[in-house]
Every structure is written in structure tokens, then in C-alpha cells.
């Protein structure tokens, strides 16, 4: 099955419909000019009410693993997804991302701009040098340099299918950016995704979940499961 993750929670209430709703994941946004920006001690109180088996993500911009590491643990997650502190030919996750040593326990995603992968000019090449088990997957959005994520613009499926197919030889894929109810079995069929990951796509405004689009659309990458399948 596709892994799902709901991010962006600011409270318990959203927290919640997710896990109902079926998604294997919750996100927390760390990074300071998102609209969706959460505190430690917030981020802890609405994970300590969550199912043990449902993954509690922290999102980082700008940030070393070591720095991300840090405030995970404060707030109880299971799992780390940054966004490097610049993107550069030859990405090896050890030098790249300012920690001597990513976390050995955490489980690690890391997020690049599919422009990164697919286009000439700004191609790296990807190579990571994590602890055994604490890399999960790789996350593509449509993001750029100015705003790493939340951008709520899909790429281009069609154009970006060669690279994903390439980078799934070896690694997750998991897929961001743009995702609704409505788009995203398409965006499954093309891509053929380890995972999806939503935000904006299911809200009701910037930080507030809209409950009927965050159940439409676990059901529709369900459904899209089913029929690849």
C-alpha cells in the first residue's frame, strides 16, 4: 500500500481525523515562515494522543540533521524530514547536511526540488550515507530554494517520470506538492510512488484541516491502490 502522510497538523482535532481517516503518517512543520509553523511543546502534546503505530514526522528547512534531531527528540517523533541546506551535485547525506552522523534511531526523509533531479543544469546525483535503517525515502516536491515546501503546485508528472523511475531502482519515493483527492491516483498511476504527502490540498485555509478532503483523499490513494495492485 501507498504510505500516506497528512501534513502540517496545528492541533489535536486534525491530528486525529487523519489517523481515522486511514493515513500511515502526521506531519509537523518546524520551519519558521510557514504558515503552518508549530511549537515543540504543541507538536508533543498532540503526539502523545496519536496511536503508537501512526508515523509523527517533523519538518525542517534550513536546518542540520543534528539541529532537527535535537528538537525531534524534545518532541517525541518518530521521524525526521529535511530539506537540505543547499542542494549540490554529488548529495551525500553525511556531508551535506551538517551532522557528523545522521541519528542512528530516527528515521530520516529527505526532501529535494524534483527540478534538482530532472533538470541538467541543477542534476545532482544521490548518494546516502546514513546509518543501515534510519533512511526511509526520498521526497520530491515542487519546491525551490526560497520556499523549500507548501508550495500547493504539482510538477510535472509526465516530464519528472523518467527521473522517478530511474531514482525508484533504488530508493522510496515519496511524492509531494500539489496532491488533492482528485489528482492524486493519477499522480500514482504516472509516478508509481512509495508514498504521497499532502498539506494545502486537504485544507480548509493554511493550518486548518477540511475533514471531508483529508478522508477523500486516503480513500482515493486507496482506491488508486487497488487498481495498481
Known amino acids: 500500500m501507498t504510505w500516506v502522510k497528512i501534513c502540517g497538523m496545528t492541533n489535536l482535532e486534525d491530528a486525529l481525523t487523519a489517523v481515522e481517516a486511514g ?18 511543546e504543541v507538536a508533543r502534546e498532540i ?3 496519536l496511536p503508537e503505530d501512526v508515523e509523527k514526522v517533523g519538518v525542517f528547512a534550513g536546518e542540520s540533521v543534528a539541529r532537527a534531531d535535537e528538537i525531534g527528540s524534545r518532541a517525541g517523533l518518530d521521524a525526521l524530514q529535511v ?10 547525506a553525511r556531508e551535506n547536511l551538517g551532522a557528523a552522523s545522521p541519528p542512528r534511531l530516527r528515521r530520516l526523509y529527505l526532501a529535494f526540488p524534483i527540478a534538482s533531479f530532472v533538470s541538467e543544469e541543477h542534476a545532482v546525483t544521490f548518494d546516502v550515507k546514513c546509518s543501515e535503517g534510519t533512511f526511509m525515502a526520498l521526497l520530491l516536491d515542487s519546491g525551490r530554494s526560497q520556499q523549500p515546501g ?11 517520470a523518467p527521473a522517478i523511475a530511474s531514482l525508484s531502482r533504488t530508493q522510496r519515493i515519496v511524492i509531494a ?6 489528482n492524486v491516483p493519477e499522480a500514482i498511476d504516472i509516478l508509481q510512488p512509495w508514498g504521497v504527502d499532502v498539506a ?15 478522508r477523500a483523499f486516503v480513500k482515493a490513494v486507496r482506491e488508486a491502490d487497488r487498481k495498481t495492485g
Do not use: Q
Open 47 to 49: 503526539g502523545e494522543k
Open 200 to 214: 494545502s490540498g486537504v485544507e480548509a485555509r493554511p493550518g486548518k484541516k477540511d475533514p471531508k478532503k483529508v
Open 23 to 40: 493515513a500511515d503518517a502526521v506531519g509537523f512543520v518546524f520551519y519558521e515562515k510557514s504558515p503552518r509553523k508549530i511549537s515543540v
Open 177 to 182: 506538492g500539489g496532491l488533492t483527492p482528485l
Open 83 to 92: 530539506y537540505p541546506l543547499s542542494y549540490s551535485k554529488g548529495y551525500g
Open 150 to 160: 507548501g508550495t500547493g503546485v504539482a510538477f510535472d508528472w509526465n516530464e519528472a
